[in-house]
């Protein structure tokens, strides 16, 4: 999607576009900000702008060359079909480019910065006039990456150029931190979260209802206004929310009902991962119902106590996904993170 398609990231898309005309760009950008904000949107329309030949420095979106940027691959590991927009993401290709012995359950190899990254980048770019990297969720990358990275991010070729995208800035080595220039990504209005809704053919009203809960994450409102798709996780989401009540033997059974495999790693993960979008969203409602002048004595103390429950599960649901980052037994995390929120609940 060129710039002029990315809404509501005015401040970010003014450096960018001031820095480019100007030639003066930092080779080594930092988009920082929440989920679902634009980041990546904004990466690409970068890499039309610099690679677009009828409109050089905007991009047009639409010409051959945008198009093969914006467009996957439907064979082998889904990167742009354009040559010269390198897309580095944990898990993204095949034992047939990292090597056999390459494991990326919990972070981006070394192995892939160096195949996918340094081994191409001393050479000139196959077509545009630079070659751009965009790393997917850049805190990912393990220490050997993010090292392997660090000269390349330092003194980069002059035809190249880097994108690191995250929203946990915090994990990243400092080093790479004071290598790159942060570029920040707030938050959309709701009005623009309604929009960007409505242009995908959201039905109004529940355009509108999606956009004021999701809290300036078109991720969120996506999910929010498209239930369908997330039947599954909405049972897994409820399972987990009442091991947090509930008889204790039906908590156990909840928990153990994950093995350790890395498949079951990554279904908890994304589990959590609902359950804390979840409580955000209930917790948006109970404030929202709130500053509208809501309830009063028995009904606040009960929303009161709704709003300590969904913020306890919010963050119990961080903590264990934080310690399945970390390596830990699946099972076990999972148990001994719901047996210590029901003793505090
Ligand atoms: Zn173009």
Known sequence: MPFRDVLGQDLALETIRRGLARGRLHHALLFVGPEGVGKELTAFGLACAVTCEREPGEGCGTCPTCHRVLTVSSEGARVPLHPDVVVVERGLY?????????????????????????????????EARERIVIVRHAEEMSAGAA???????????????????????????STIRSRTQPIRFALLRDEVVEKILLARGVEPSLARQSAELAGGSVEVADALADPSQSEERTQA????????????????????SYGNSGEDRRLLAGHLAALQTSEAIELRKL????????????????DDARIDAALARFATARAVEATLDRNANVPLALESGWLKLRRST
């Open 147 to 173: 090292n392997a990275l660090l000269k390349t991010l330092e003194e980069p070729p002059g035809h190249t150029r880097f994108v690191l995208l995250t929203s946990r800035p915090g994990e990243l080595l």
């Open 287 to 302: 404030v929202l119902a709130g500053a509208r002048g809501g309830a009063e004595g028995a009904d606040a103390a009960r």
């Open 237 to 256: 989401v409820e399972a987990l929310r009442r091991a947090s009540q509930g008889p204790l033997h039906e908590a156990l059974e909840i928990t153990s």
């Open 94 to 126: 095949g034992k047939e480019i990292l090597g056999r012995s390459t494991d990326e359950k919990t972070d981006i190899s070394v192995d892939q910065v160096r195949r996918v990254v340094l081994e191409k980048i001393n050479f000139a770019p196959h």
